[in-house]
């Protein structure tokens, strides 16, 4: 299991929402490259980032900021994985070859799935379908938009497409700090055989052995924020439970 420490950008800054709400979110750090370096400091191997405010509007709109975290984990030999606002290939392209790892595709994978499985073929490896769920209904454009389609249905068009994992998040418990919806999670990854990593509601060291336990379901890592940034979960131990967990 990989644990993954979440840097929110709006605005530049590091921010955590409540449930996607871009009215409810709170300031944690000015300095995302100082965020960054923070996590990996305490051992991070891999950051999950996103740019909020491109979500909503289409386009990078804190790149100055994640380039700062790119620079930090490249200095430290880790890894970044990128969503919000990525609808292009010549967007992908742009942050593949600016350090990012892995391209995050969420609003793109449900408007045209023929261009996932197109980027999956031209970078392996290097593309991440992005899934957020309301009640099960995928939400796009930021979570301002609940489609009828079902995280299974989305998920499934995508299985033999080469997608190096899919991220699931459940928005209603994202930010809330009540638990993840590791159930709903592990159903998915059983449904399209294809690596799951978990997002929403973890808020403690127990949330997270819980996720490393539906291994063989096909949960492979889990994303966390708000609980790094209000003491709730250590981040080295954490860390330290993920290396047992693939230990085992």
Request: with cysteine.
């Amino acid at each position: 299991m990989i644990v993954f420490p979440a840097i929110d950008l709006k605005d530049g800054r590091c921010v955590r929402l409540l449930r996607g709400d871009m009215r409810a979110a709170t300031v944690f750090n000015d300095d995302a490259g100082d965020q960054a370096r923070r996590f990996l400091a305490a051992g991070a191997e891999f950051l999950h980032v996103v740019d909020l405010n491109g979500a909503f509007a289409g386009h990078a709109a804190n790149a100055v900021a994640v380039e700062a975290i790119v620079a930090e984990t490249r200095r430290a030999g880790a890894r970044v994985q990128l969503g919000g606002g990525i609808r292009s290939e010549a967007d992908i392209e742009r942050w593949l070859a600016a350090g990012v790892t892995r391209a995050i595709l969420g609003t793109k994978a449900l408007r045209d799935p023929a261009f996932v499985v197109a980027a999956c073929r031209r970078w392996p490896g290097h593309i991440v379908v992005g899934i957020d769920a309301r009640d099960g209904q995928v939400a796009v454009e930021g979570w301002a938009e609940t489609s009828s389609v079902t995280a299974t249905e989305l998920a499934l068009r995508f299985r033999d497409a080469g997608v190096a994992a899919i991220v699931h998040t459940d928005i209603d418990r994202d930010g809330a700090l009540g638990g993840a919806n590791v159930e709903a999670s592990a159903a998915l990854a059983r449904a399209c055989g294809l690596p799951v990593v978990v997002s929403g509601g973890i808020a403690s060291l127990d949330d997270l052995r819980a996720v490393a336990a539906r291994g063989r379901d096909g949960l492979v890592g889990a994303i966390t924020g708000r609980a790094l940034y209000d003491g709730r979960i250590d981040l080295a131990a954490a860390i330290a439970l993920a290396a047992e967990q693939r230990a085992c």
